[in-house]
């Protein structure tokens, strides 16, 4: 029985299609999930949100964690593990714009994620993900974070790229 955290962060649109999808893997794992706006409830315990410093502990004691592909994946991964990600599509009312889509086919190429684009799939993607990480966090690692600095010299770059020339 793995310990599994679903999350599909703090924006407004619902992500039914996710939420719904976790009711298999609650009978068989210690599942919780962070709903959102979400209007599907499912069989384990939820809230709709949780405070930040509360999902990073649920992150750090999570065997699996599974997220929306937005902020969330860079955030597992920073706590040295492999996000499954699932992208917010347009189409489906789950977000503005096709942002996540693209960044996932992004990142599945090189990044250390699992990507699943069909929910049905979620529960093998969960049962296999142990050893998947393993490989994952030895094969793709995370990238260190910016540094202020790093942010600074880049945001400058920016700026004199972006200013009018005299």
């Known amino acids: 029985m793995a310990r599994i955290l679903v999350t599909v962060g703090m924006g ?5 299609r ?3 999808a976790v009711a298999p893997l609650c009978t068989d794992h210690e599942v919780f999930a962070q709903t959102g706006t979400a209007t599907v409830r499912p069989p384990c315990p939820h809230r709709t949100f949780v405070p930040f410093g509360e ?3 649920r992150i750090g004691t999570a ?3 599974i997220t929306q592909a937005g ?3 860079r955030l597992v991964q920073r706590a040295r593990k492999i996000p499954i990600a699932v992208a917010r599509q347009a189409g489906l009312g789950e977000m503005s714009n096709d942002h996540q889509v693209r960044y996932l086919r992004m990142e599945e190429v090189s990044g250390p994620v699992v990507a699943v684009w069909d929910v049905a799939r979620l529960a093998g993607a969960a049962a296999g993900h142990g050893a998947r990480q393993t490989r994952l966090l030895r094969e ?7 540094t202020p600095a790093h942010i600074i010299e880049t945001l400058d770059s920016v700026c004199a790229r972006l200013a009018p020339q005299r």
């Open 12 to 16: 407004p649109w619902p992500f039914d």
């Open 18 to 20: 996710l939420i719904g």
């Open 55 to 57: 999902l990073q502990e």
């Open 63 to 65: 065997d699996v964690v």
């Open 71 to 73: 902020n969330t994946v």
């Open 140 to 146: 793709r690692p995370v990238a260190p974070a910016a």
